[in-house]
């Protein structure tokens, strides 16, 4: 781990600590100005360890807060029984709605069902159920195309230089539903350029980072030639910063013998190294999007408005030729910035 990387979890970690301490703060928020009873909404995350939560988790304190909303909080760790037992706890207390990251998309279909069953909407935030007739509502990305147009950026780069590329891509756990639609639009966009990017090697992380690692070691040895690079998650750019100086192939963009590079998600990692010069795209999940949507949706079932099945976060695409117009928007340099602040 370098130092940046030490020094952002170190950020992160403060950040969840803070977040866990204030666990069920926000109870006796001021009426609403519009006459309305004030909501009160149970948000019930998985795991608090990534920066991607912890953005998204702020980001509902601060929207709520300044609605007049009561929050209350749980954090379940990974363990889905005791996020059921928080769901419980919040049909219970007669929320408003309910806004839920799950461990997976099995675990929580009771947890949808007993919400259902007591009148209470429910909002899956960013991770999809397994196919379910329960009613709920899906907020997440559209991971198939927000990666076609990252991949369709890096061809560009490509057609731009005259040359052809020889291209690795880091895939996630196939298990998943996310990794699944980032790697078809990755084909998508490398069907689209013809023959002008060969793919020659299609890497299995499951999600790991020592696995990206050994992974693309491996590719580089095999094809020391790889020269466009593209990970399913920007939480792998290490690894690949780490294979890449170590063979002198780190360059900026621009600088001779630079690898095309670009990832997905726009976490702090990825807009350090945007700005750096190093990383060429990158696909953004609009985390703050997700977060007003899913609490429009509940005051709108509130008000009698039946809740959508989904709503896709479209996403951006951030490239060094929109970095500082689109930066305000990316959820990881927001991050980064408030971390900087003094």
């Known amino acids: 781990m370098n130092g940046n990387i030490g020094r952002r979890w170190s950020i992160l970690n403060a950040l969840a600590a803070a977040a866990l301490v204030c666990t069920a703060c926000g109870e006796g928020s001021a009426p609403g100005g519009d006459g309305r009873a004030p909501l009160t909404i149970g948000v019930a995350f998985e795991t608090l360890q990534t920066e991607f939560w912890v953005a998204a988790w702020n980001k509902l304190r601060a929207d709520t807060a300044a609605r007049g909303i009561t929050m209350l909080e749980a954090v379940a760790d990974g363990d889905p029984n005791r996020q059921f037992e928080q769901v419980r706890t919040f049909i219970n207390r007669r929320v408003d709605g309910i806004i839920l990251v799950p461990k997976d998309g099995k675990t ?179 985390v703050f999007w997700e977060a007003e949507q899913a609490i429009r949706v509940i005051e709108e079932a509130k008000a009698g408005t039946p809740p959508p099945a989904r709503l896709d976060d479209p996403g951006f695409v951030i490239t060094q030729a929109n970095l500082s117009s689109l930066a305000g928007r990316m959820w990881g340099a927001v991050m980064s910035k408030r971390a900087e602040a003094p």
Request: without cysteine; charged residues 25%.
């Open 108 to 286: 929580v279909i009771p947890m949808i069902r007993a919400a259902n069953a007591a009148g209470i909407p429910v909002v899956l935030f960013n991770r999809p159920a397994d196919r379910t007739d329960a009613p709920h509502t899906t907020i997440a990305p559209d991971n198939f195309a927000i990666t076609r147009e990252t991949v369709a950026y890096l061809v560009d780069q490509v057609r731009a230089s005259g040359r052809k590329a020889k291209a690795a891509v880091l895939l996630g756990d196939l298990s998943d539903v996310n990794a699944i639609e980032r790697r078809d639009g990755f084909e998508a966009a490398i069907r689209d350029a013809g023959d002008l990017v060969e793919v020659v090697a299609r890497i299995p992380t499951a999600w790991n980072q020592e696995k990206a690692l050994a992974g693309f070691e491996s590719a580089m040895q095999a094809h020391p030639d790889i020269n466009f690079v593209f990970t399913s998650s920007d939480f792998m750019l290490p690894s690949i910063k780490s294979v890449l100086s170590a063979r002198g192939r780190w360059k900026k963009v621009g600088e001779p013998g630079h690898v095309l590079l670009a990832g997905f998600d726009g976490d702090p990692t990825a807009y350090g190294l945007m700005v750096d010069g190093y990383v060429d795209a990158t696909g953004v999940q609009d």
